[in-house]
T-cell receptor, first 113, second 111 residues
Framework: SQTIHQWPATLVQPVGSPLSLECTVE??????LYWYRQAAGRGLQLLFY??????ISSEVPQNLSASRPQDRQFILSSKKLLLSDSGFYLC????????????FGSGTRLTVV | QKEVEQNSGPLSVPEGAIASLNCTYS??????FFWYRQYSGKSPELIMS????GDKEDGRFTAQLNKASQYVSLLIRDSQPSDSATYLC???????????FGGGTRVLVKP
């Protein structure tokens, strides 16, 4: 069966510090991978998605970047965090074309102070 | 106009009653539709998917799709306090490869 791992679960970082969130998927190959952010009390905002190694689509111009160095690994990064980067970050995977929906990881709650 | 719209709620229902949630979408070419449940502080969990017009039942949940009206709904029968959560409607547009989510409807089931 497929599983998705996301870490850390919580993170408190000062403004201006770097960020690296990692997500890995097991039990499948060539998944679509996604990074979403959910601000407090708000909906899900798609940040990046990837349909293959090295293929990254950015949905919203911002202070963040994403990379996919391996088939089942997706990394979200920032060089300098802003207060507005606080939120609940969710990684998800799907089969090609997302026809069966996503499976989400457990999420990372990021607080920038 | 938002691509996927939901009433934010809260939708308050007594225990044992039917909760009815609605969702409209703008992309006429959309092919697949999903309902996710999200408990406070947790990640969304897929509870229903529907691909063709009509009703689809799974336990106490029924999803309804009307592509002509661009409308998806979710019924929760015999609502339980454990159903209290935010329900997210998600639509896979014509281009595929990514879901667009509504803002979610918060449901409160009162004992």
């Amino acid at each position: 069966s497929q599983t998705i791992h996301q870490w850390p679960a919580t993170l408190v970082q000062p403004v201006g510090s770097p960020l690296s969130l990692e997500c890995t998927v097991e039990g499948t190959s060539n998944p679509n991978l996604y990074w979403y952010r959910q601000a407090a009390g708000r909906g899900l905002q798609l940040l990046f998605y990837s349909v293959g190694i090295g293929q990254i689509s950015s949905e919203v111009p911002q202070n963040l970047s994403a990379s996919r160095p391996q088939d089942r690994q997706f990394i979200l990064s920032s060089k300098k965090l802003l207060l507005s980067d606080s939120g609940f970050y969710l990684c998800a995977w799907s089969v090609h074309r997302a026809n069966y929906g996503y499976t989400f990881g457990s999420g990372t709650r990021l607080t920038v102070v | 106009q938002k691509e996927v719209e939901q009433n934010s709620g809260p939708l308050s229902v007594p225990e044992g009653a039917i909760a009815s949630l609605n969702c409209t979408y703008s992309d006429r070419g959309s092919q697949s539709f999903f309902w996710y449940r999200q408990y406070s502080g947790k990640s969304p969990e897929l509870i229903m998917s529907i691909y063709s017009n009509g009703d689809k039942e799974d336990g106490r949940f029924t999803a309804q799709l009307n592509k002509a009206s661009q409308y998806v709904s979710l019924l929760i029968r015999d609502s339980q306090p454990s159903d209290s959560a935010t329900y997210l409607c998600a639509v896979n547009g014509a281009a595929g490869n990514k879901l667009t989510f509504g803002g979610g409807t918060r449901v409160l089931v009162k004992p």
